[in-house]
């Protein structure tokens, strides 16, 4: 099972691979964490897959042109895009949310002496995230139909007291895009239709 999801990522980046690979391999020198694959069965929720440190070294230069202060991961995993982001942003808080066992445990031991980190074992859609009052939500493709998603997010847009929100989407469908009113997209990076990533904004 894991080689068939390994062989579905690697022909869904396929000219692109070499890029890819050549920024996993780089970080992962450097000693970032966050390298687990978590293949789960559940009708809401997709397969931990770690987001490309390709992708998170571009959204890097966008978030430090814009400012947050609260960074909620909607489905942390194995913590590569806290870890990731932590080292950039040391004065910000980070909050990740993970539902399953063995990545939560995981993240648990990597940043048990991170105060600025906070790892949360919770269904996160049931979850009262208001009460963290963000203004940065990281979605690395967590729902199984992009429709729970959009319904999400513009569940945080009614409850959100923050004037300025971010919302990072990674590996969401293009056309998805279109569907989300009230936010204005600032950055849209897509290798194909469905690999990429999009950085919106409320003002």
């Given at each position: 099972m894991i080689f068939k999801n390994l062989l579905r990522i690697i022909v869904s980046y396929r000219a692109h691979l070499i890029k890819i690979l050549f920024f996993e391999i780089l970080y992962i020198a450097k000693g970032y964490k966050g390298h687990k694959f978590n293949l789960v069965k559940s009708n809401l929720m997709?397969?931990?897959?770690p987001c490309p440190y390709y992708f998170l070294y571009k959204i890097k230069?966008?978030?430090?042109?814009?400012?947050?202060?609260?960074?909620?991961?909607?489905?942390c995993g194995s913590g590569r895009i806290i870890d990731f982001f932590n080292k950039s942003?040391?004065?910000?808080?980070?909050?990740?949310?993970?539902?399953?066992?063995?990545?939560?445990n995981y993240c648990k031991n990597i940043f048990f002496n991170k105060k600025n980190i906070i790892i949360i074992k919770t269904d996160f859609t049931k979850h009262?995230?208001?009460?963290?009052?963000?203004?940065?939500?990281?979605?690395?493709?967590?729902?199984?139909?992009?429709?729970?998603?959009?319904?999400?997010i513009k569940k945080i847009l009614r409850f959100s007291?923050?004037?300025?929100?971010?919302?990072?989407?990674?590996?969401?469908?293009?056309?998805?895009?279109s569907n989300?009113?009230?936010i204005k997209l600032i950055k849209l990076?897509?290798?194909n239709k469905n690999r990429g990533f999009s950085v919106f904004k409320r003002n």
């Open positions: 997709t397969d931990n897959i230069k966008i978030l430090k042109k814009n400012k947050f202060n609260k960074f909620l991961d909607m489905g942003f040391k004065n910000k808080k980070f909050i990740g949310f993970e539902f399953f066992d063995l990545p939560y009262n995230i208001k009460k963290y009052n963000a203004d940065c939500y990281f979605f690395n493709e967590p729902f199984r139909k992009k429709k729970d998603l959009l319904k999400f007291s923050k004037k300025k929100i971010l919302f990072i989407f990674i590996n969401i469908n293009i056309s998805f895009t989300i009113k009230n990076y897509h290798l």
